[in-house]
């Protein structure tokens, strides 16, 4: 199939399942997303912080320091100025101690130095940020702006993958991924959307062996459909 029709039927069937897929979805998270201190009161820098400390780690390390970092450190000029050891100190916890006091650091140091304090609020000034990728561009853009994104993290890569399995290459691309996800989120309730992917992706279409039998999706899952293996 050439590429040009490859990607038309794709999204041909990605919009025909889209309206029901976002209205199961929002009603499993209604009873089903995640608390975490990170999602309260957000602001663009809360979830750039949340973000850089997620990497690589679990939520539940991070629950151990967060609250602890946002009083040490509550905006981008007094992470900017941090004591480069005190810093590492507190992450020593959650892992990547010395990678990710440099990481927190050079970004703080580009906003300050670049946009004046201001973290930006387009994809493209987000991109220039050092070590900041599509993913938390996006988290900064939705979840601290409001302006709708589809965040594609592993567990949305997962479930898209599964959803659309029969449809989709052996290897598909981040970008056709990415524009999947772009196709699917929905411009009101964005922000509630995207916590709740996440989540579904961490708690039911899980890695490994997916929880498909109580799954809300399973009637338009290519993956369940074709009798994959499931929990
Ligand atoms: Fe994931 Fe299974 Fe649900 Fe498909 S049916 S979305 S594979 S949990």
Redesign the pocket.
Known sequence: MKQAEFKDELFNVVNSRKDSLQKELLEWAKKNLRQFPWRENRTPYSVLIAEVLLKRTTASAVLRIYKEFISLYPNIETLAKADRNKLEKMLLTIGYHKRRADILIDIAKHVVNKYNGEIPKTKEELLEIPHIGHYTANAILSLGYGIPSAMVDSNVDR?IK??FMNHLPKKPSMHVIQKIADNLAPKENNQFYNLALLDFGAL??RYGI???KS?P??KF?D??LAGKP?G
Request: glycine share 0%.
């Open positions: 479930v599964r959803l039911v279409c997916p929880k498909c799954c999706l399973s899952c993956y369940y499931c």
